[in-house]
């Protein structure tokens, strides 16, 4: 395989940083890139474009099958959720660069992931590569089972049951009293400055009127009446886009109001570097919403595209149970993470698997075929932690080129 890695006399990774968010908000990228700086893991997560623009393309890579894929698939990236079904579901949780390409791309986003986040986790290199085997093992067992299955608390084990579990018994009222306060008996956002911000009048007005319409093409529109609208500050990659944390509703106050997300939905980061024929699809959020029907058997719950602002954004609801477990050094042990791994290889095949033979995606035999190959297998190992060697040299000039930032 072709090797990756470039001199650093040959590009400028802080320009390229700052060309790719030229459009986003310059007040809130100080916050992006001071995430970034935190690690070599974090810097990886808000530079999604910088590893496509890498991949080689004569890489063995490019040569799996066709399906659709997370595009920014990594160990921070799964989550449980509740889907519109109302059951809850660990899986795959972010889809904004979602798009049609070959499978292995999700995996060599992923292992590099390991790669760059045992460092932060206090585990080793040898810890990595072992760690990376047991996703290729689980995922291609899977593969080659050829069957799909959520991950449910019914099935789910170690720290994957834990938080189904524990996700299951919380309250929604204990959920909005995070975010929300009482008010003469009536719910309205906390805006701290930091995670949820006061907006203009105008905006709030604009936001309202958006969600308003939307709400008369729904059977029950009074259920997303605005209560109160506030600008969200989350993320590492989407930092810097526009970005609401909405108050409905819902099935009544106090307790039975709902939190939404609006979030500006801006073209895939891998675009650029597609050679596959993507869909004509309506707008960016229509993409995001579509890809995740695709590859999940229940979307989350109250999943909508609209168009606002000029631009096309995703709605979903914010919810009680969409929850990650934390990686934290000290707070996981080697085989707990070595088992969560384990469930991620897992449910990174299922969703390939589900996307499988719809809408231009190769059909499933051809996933389970690749799953049975071993010879791509310890070439996306390798490139792996080649390019994870790549981002921290990357980082390590980001941090000198933002420390007056």
């Known amino acids: 395989m072709k090797n990756s890695l470039f001199n650093q006399n040959d590009r400028d990774i802080y320009q390229l940083i700052q060309a ?36 080689p393309v004569d890489s063995i890579l490019n040569l799996a099958p066709v399906t659709w894929i997370c595009g920014d698939l990594h160990l921070e990236n799964f989550g449980a959720y509740k889907g519109d079904d109302r059951q809850i579901y660990f899986g795959i949780n972010d889809f904004d660069e979602g798009v049609l390409a070959p499978c292995a791309w999700d995996i060599a986003r992923l292992l590099t992931s390991i790669f760059l986040a045992v460092d932060s986790l206090l585990f080793t290199q040898s810890d990595a590569h072992t760690l990376a085997q047991i996703y290729l093992n689980s995922y291609t067992k899977a593969l080659n089972a050829g ?28 959920f909005l009293d995070e ?16 995670k949820i911000m006061e907006i203009s009048k105008d905006r709030d007005r604009q936001v309202r009127q958006a969600i308003s319409n939307w709400a008369k093409t729904q059977v029950n529109p009074d ?41 500006q939905q801006s073209i895939s980061s891998l675009q650029p570097y597609l050679t596959i024929v993507q869909p004509e699809w309506e707008n960016q959020a229509t993409r995001v919403m579509r890809v995740q029907s695709l590859v999940r058997s229940a979307p989350p719950a109250l999943l909508a595209a609209i168009e606002f602002n000029g631009g096309s954004y995703l709605l979903r609801e914010l919810q009680p149970t969409q929850d990650k477990i934390e990686l934290k050094p000290g707070k996981i042990s080697l085989a707990e993470l070595a088992q969560l791994i384990d469930t991620m290889g897992e449910v990174t095949a299922f969703a390939h698997l589900h996307g499988s033979g719809k809408s ?8 389970i075929d690749f799953g049975g190959n071993v010879d791509w297998q310890q070439e996306v190992i390798i490139y792996a932690n080649n390019y994870a060697s790549q981002v921290q040299i990357d980082y390590q000039y980001f941090c000198q080129a933002t420390q007056d930032l």
């Open 223 to 263: 259920f997303f009446d605005v209560l109160d609208v506030g600008f969200r500050v989350a993320g590492t990659g989407s930092l810097g886009l526009d970005r609401y944390l909405i108050l409905v509703a819902g099935k009544g106050s106090p307790d039975r109001n709902y939190l939404l997300d609006f979030k």
């Open 20 to 55: 790719f968010d030229n459009q986003r908000d310059r007040d809130i990228l100080p916050r992006k890139y001071a995430k970034m700086r935190k690690n070599a893991f974090a810097f990886f997560r808000g530079t999604c474009h910088l590893f496509y623009r890498d991949l």
């Open 179 to 194: 975010r929300t306060e009482l008010v003469d008996e009536h719910r309205q956002l906390k805006f701290d400055g930091e």
């Open 360 to 367: 231009g995606a190769a059909i499933a035999q051809a996933l």
């Open 147 to 174: 069957r799909i299955r959520e991950i449910v608390e019914d099935n789910a084990r170690g720290m994957v049951a834990d938080l189904l579990e524990d996700l299951h018994r919380r309250k929604r009222s204990a």
